[in-house]
């Protein structure tokens, strides 16, 4: 199928079911209560929320879409804590985010595209007065202000020169001629979201907070990587990095490192083999937290919190009982932390003791995704003990939070709109796998659905295979189920924040038994008397389109199917994604020539002379990380096989496949066209 004929059926899919499905029209003459493609524009969601440091405002970057350009945007806002009042703060024109508070308050630097490129600005707040500190040729990324003040660092990518072999002949002025040779010799040499790379490697710089030229920090051929802390007397910046020799062969290691900013000298802080990142100084500038594991060549390890002194040497781990991966931590004095991690599904807030004793505060945090619900969050905490957060749920998008005295208020409200639209529930089903392990399973019904009657069920699995879901807001879901099908979640083992030895349960051996977890939460639904079982259908992106490929070589008890951004051949997978030295090793522990019936074991491409399941298959034009490749093979395979089946390449899009608004309604649309085609009425 040709690009342009790819492309067609999705347009019309879309206008067809937003324009006259009975599930997402409206009568010209009132409003629509289902919730439809087109509300997909209204949504916003709040991330990055930054306290200030006495505790009284919060700035968090809005989220949303523009109807017009087809495009997200984000603003920044500014919230006062007592009052909930909000404000735009950083609006207008372009892309405004990251925002940082000066360690007085009286200032918030940020990233602004409103003049083209990303650049770095200084807002003064008492007057509200805005300058423009820079003028460079890449985006910036990790700010953070000295402790005085004066000083704002950040990373950003250095462009190098290009590999040479030979010389091509002299070009006569005003001849057009093909394009150069690109000479490619980097082990990762492109990546999802960039495409090819450009030769440059990420340094640190540092600029004065109020102009001037920035002062680069870090050289050589390697990256050195934010989020970046400084001591507290100014004079030395952290940051990770791996400045190895064989670094780019080693995908997973990084090092803590210290850079005088008098001298220039850099030194490493850490030396183990394992990745060890995020570093942050204590106040009182004796001691380091930072986050790492060790490197046993699994595919997926806890990252756990240790503690250091501020000159290295041996480090301490903090949550060694704590059996979760820890996403962010921050001093809340020189003797306790804050930390973020997912338990049981739930973005959760504790604080934690020098001594390792973890005290709970909130397990109320959500992430910023829209298209399906996975779980995470943000947080950052002020001298006060203020925690501002950001807090969802099934009905809403990530809000604004501010934990206080104990207790928690949600700050905003910016999808009130919702409320108005008839949105599908939520309830968990018990569920055991065949081996007797509990498979947390969630079922989301269609709006007004009437107990003991059976409905259409599609299973949706998560990508990873390393992540989680819960009970959160997701667009896919409530289109689903405004179409008439409940949708059925889990986390089959392999998941995330249910502890390491759950995520061990498929290391060397996926798709596997989580496969046998995802047929007993089918099951469990069947028996609860909701899933229609002559009307199962199922679904899935990246490690879940892995897994839906898998599951319709084994069983043909589904419909149809749409299998989303999948691997299909794992040798290809290994050779041609992004990052080539990290799934051969990590995901088999050989390379594909080395073990080559291993790979095709686990390649749902070996299944495919079994599939009998009608397959929509689904993938971004420009994915790097499960290349259109993987998904063209498995379309050809199906069609040789003569099993109905289309394929969609949807344009201009990663990995991530639904970059735009009307690309995410598109897609759902169109894999509820694709089922609806095959329902059995």
Same mark, same amino acid.
């Given at each position: 199928?040709?690009?342009?004929?790819?492309?067609?059926?999705?347009?019309?899919?879309?206008?067809?079911?937003?324009?006259?499905?009975?599930?997402?029209?409206?009568?010209?003459?009132?409003?629509?209560?289902?919730?439809?493609?087109?509300?997909?524009?209204?949504?916003?969601?709040?991330?990055?929320?930054?306290?200030?440091?006495?505790?009284?405002?919060?700035?968090?970057?809005?989220?949303?879409?523009?109807?017009?350009?087809?495009?997200?945007?984000?603003?920044?806002?500014?919230?006062?804590?007592?009052?909930?009042?909000?404000?735009?703060?950083?609006?207008?024109?372009?892309?405004?985010?990251?925002?940082?508070?000066?360690?007085?308050?009286?200032?918030?630097?940020?990233?602004?595209?409103?003049?083209?490129?990303?650049?770095?600005?200084?807002?003064?707040?008492?007057?509200?007065?805005?300058?423009?500190?820079?003028?460079?040729?890449?985006?910036?990324?990790?700010?953070?202000?000295?402790?005085?003040?004066?000083?704002?660092?950040?990373?950003?990518?250095?462009?190098?020169? =290009?590999?040479?072999?030979?010389?091509?002949?002299?070009?006569?002025?005003?001849?057009?001629?093909?394009?150069?040779?690109?000479?490619?010799? #980097?082990?990762? %040499?492109?990546?999802?979201?960039?495409?090819?790379?450009?030769?440059?490697?990420?340094?640190?710089?540092?600029?004065?907070?109020?102009?001037?030229?920035?002062?680069?920090?870090?050289?050589?051929?390697?990256?050195?990587?934010?989020?970046?802390?400084?001591?507290?007397?100014?004079?030395?910046?952290?940051?990770?990095?791996?400045?190895?020799?064989?670094?780019?062969?080693?995908?997973?290691? =990084?090092?803590?490192?210290?850079?005088?900013?008098?001298?220039?000298? +850099?030194?490493?802080?850490?030396?183990?083999?394992?990745?060890?990142?995020?570093?942050?100084?204590?106040?009182?500038?004796?001691?380091?937290?930072?986050?790492?594991?060790?490197?046993?060549?699994?595919?997926?390890?806890?990252?756990?919190?240790?503690?250091?002194?501020?000159?290295?040497?041996?480090?301490?781990?903090?949550?060694?009982?704590?059996?979760?991966?820890?996403?962010?931590?921050?001093?809340?004095?020189?003797?306790?932390?804050?930390?973020?991690?997912?338990?049981?599904?739930?973005?959760?807030?504790?604080?934690?003791?020098?001594?390792?004793?973890?005290?709970?505060?909130?397990?109320?945090?959500?992430?910023?995704?829209?298209?399906?619900? %996975?779980?995470?969050?943000?947080?950052?905490?002020?001298?006060?003990?203020?925690?501002?957060?950001?807090?969802?749920?099934?009905?809403?998008?990530?809000?604004?939070?501010?934990?206080?005295?104990?207790?928690?208020?949600?700050?905003?409200?910016?999808?009130?709109?919702?409320?108005?639209?008839?949105?599908?529930? +939520?309830?968990?089903?018990?569920?055991?796998?065949?081996?007797?392990?509990?498979?947390?399973?969630?079922?989301?019904?269609?709006?007004?659905?009437?107990?003991?009657?059976?409905?259409?069920?599609?299973?949706?699995?998560?990508?990873?295979?390393?992540?989680?879901?819960?009970?959160?807001?997701?667009?896919?879901?409530?289109?689903?189920?405004?179409?008439?099908?409940?949708?059925?979640?889990?986390?089959?083992?392999?998941?995330?924040?249910?502890?390491?030895?759950?995520?061990?349960?498929?290391?060397?051996?996926?798709?596997?038994?989580?496969?046998?977890?995802?047929?007993?939460?089918?099951?469990?639904?069947?028996?609860?008397?909701?899933?229609?079982?002559?009307?199962?259908?199922?679904?899935?992106?990246?490690?879940?389109? +892995?897994?839906?490929?898998?599951?319709?070589?084994?069983?043909?008890?589904?419909?149809?199917?749409? +299998?989303? #951004?999948?691997?299909?051949?794992?040798?290809?997978?290994?050779?041609?994604?992004?990052?080539?030295?990290?799934?051969?090793?990590?995901?088999?522990?050989?390379?594909?020539?080395?073990?080559?019936?291993?790979?095709?074991?686990?390649?749902?491409?070996?299944?495919?002379?079994?599939?009998?399941?009608?397959?929509?298959?689904?993938?971004?034009?420009?994915?790097?990380?499960?290349?259109?490749?993987?998904?063209?093979?498995? %379309?050809?395979?199906?069609?040789?096989?003569?099993?109905?089946?289309?394929?969609?390449?949807?344009?201009?899009?990663?990995?991530?496949?639904?970059?735009?608004?009307?690309?995410?309604?598109?897609?759902?649309?169109?894999?509820? =066209?694709?089922?609806?085609? %095959?329902?059995?009425?």
């Amino acid at each position: 199928m040709t690009f342009a004929r790819s492309l067609a059926p999705l347009a019309l899919l879309l206008s067809a079911t937003m324009l006259s499905g009975p599930a997402n029209s409206a009568p010209a003459e009132g409003p629509n209560s289902a919730f439809t493609g087109r509300d997909l524009f209204d949504l916003s969601v709040a991330t990055d929320p930054q306290i200030s440091p006495d505790g009284r405002s919060i700035a968090y970057v809005r989220q949303s879409a523009d109807i017009m350009t087809d495009r997200a945007r984000s603003t920044i806002w500014l919230v006062d804590v007592a009052t909930g009042k909000q404000q735009p703060v950083v609006a207008g024109a372009g892309n405004h985010f990251s925002p940082r508070w000066s360690p007085d308050g009286t200032r918030l630097a940020y990233f602004s595209t409103a003049e083209g490129s990303s650049q770095l600005y200084v807002r003064w707040m008492a007057n509200g007065e805005a300058a423009r500190l820079t003028g460079l040729p890449n985006n910036p990324n990790s700010l953070e202000w000295s402790p005085d003040g004066r000083s704002i660092a950040y990373d950003m990518i250095v462009p190098d020169e =290009a590999p040479k072999l030979g010389t091509a002949p002299a070009k006569p002025e005003g001849a057009q001629w093909a394009a150069p040779l690109e000479i490619i010799d #980097k082990v990762n %040499y492109r990546a999802d979201g960039l495409g090819y790379i450009k030769p440059g490697y990420s340094h640190i710089f540092v600029i004065s907070s109020t102009g001037g030229a920035p002062r680069q920090l870090t050289f050589g051929a390697f990256n050195h990587n934010g989020p970046v802390s400084f001591t507290p007397d100014g004079r030395t910046l952290l940051f990770s990095g791996n400045r190895n020799a064989d670094w780019e062969r080693d995908p997973v290691d =990084a090092e803590l490192y210290a850079v005088d900013l008098g001298g220039g000298a +850099v030194r490493a802080l850490t030396t183990r083999n394992g990745p060890d990142i995020n570093p942050i100084v204590s106040p009182d500038g004796r001691q380091i937290a930072f986050l790492g594991n060790d490197d046993d060549g699994g595919a997926f390890n806890n990252f756990h919190l240790y503690v250091m002194g501020i000159n290295g040497g041996p480090a301490r781990k903090l949550t060694g009982s704590l059996d979760r991966s820890i996403d962010a931590a921050e001093w809340s004095s020189n003797n306790s932390l804050i930390i973020k991690y997912d338990t049981e599904a739930k973005g959760t807030l504790a604080r934690i003791t020098l001594d390792g004793r973890v005290q709970p505060l909130t397990d109320m945090l959500a992430g910023g995704g829209l298209d399906r619900p %996975y779980s995470g969050g943000e947080f950052t905490a002020a001298r006060n003990g203020n925690i501002a957060f950001t807090t969802g749920n099934v009905h809403r998008p990530a809000d604004l939070a501010v934990l206080s005295g104990g207790r928690t208020r949600t700050l905003t409200d910016l999808n009130a709109q919702l409320a108005s639209k008839a949105l599908g529930e +939520v309830r968990e089903l018990s569920v055991a796998s065949a081996d007797g392990l509990r498979v947390p399973t969630w079922l989301l019904t269609p709006p007004g659905y009437v107990e003991g009657k059976k409905v259409p069920v599609i299973l949706e699995i998560h990508g990873g295979p390393a992540t989680a879901y819960g009970p959160y807001f997701s667009t896919d879901y409530q289109l689903y189920a405004a179409a008439g099908y409940a949708v059925l979640f889990a986390n089959p083992r392999g998941s995330t924040s249910y502890g390491q030895a759950f995520t061990d349960q498929i290391q060397r051996a996926y798709p596997g038994k989580d496969h046998d977890d995802l047929m007993a939460a089918v099951d469990a639904a069947v028996a609860s008397g909701i899933a229609d079982p002559e009307n199962l259908f199922i679904t899935g992106g990246s490690g879940g389109g +892995v897994l839906t490929a898998w599951a319709i070589g084994k069983t043909d008890r589904f419909r149809a199917a749409a +299998v989303q #951004k999948p691997v299909i051949n794992m040798v290809s997978q290994a050779l041609n994604a992004d990052g080539p030295a990290y799934f051969g090793p990590y995901w088999f522990g050989k390379m594909p020539w080395e073990d080559p019936m291993a790979y095709w074991a686990r390649s749902p491409l070996s299944l495919v002379g079994n599939v009998k399941t009608p397959t929509l298959i689904v993938v971004g034009s420009d994915d790097f990380r499960t290349p259109p490749a993987e998904a063209e093979q498995y %379309y050809a395979a199906l069609q040789n096989r003569k099993i109905p089946t289309a394929y969609i390449k949807v344009p201009g899009v990663g990995h991530g496949i639904t970059a735009r608004p009307s690309q995410s309604a598109a897609k759902a649309s169109a894999i509820i =066209a694709w089922f609806d085609k %095959y329902r059995k009425k």
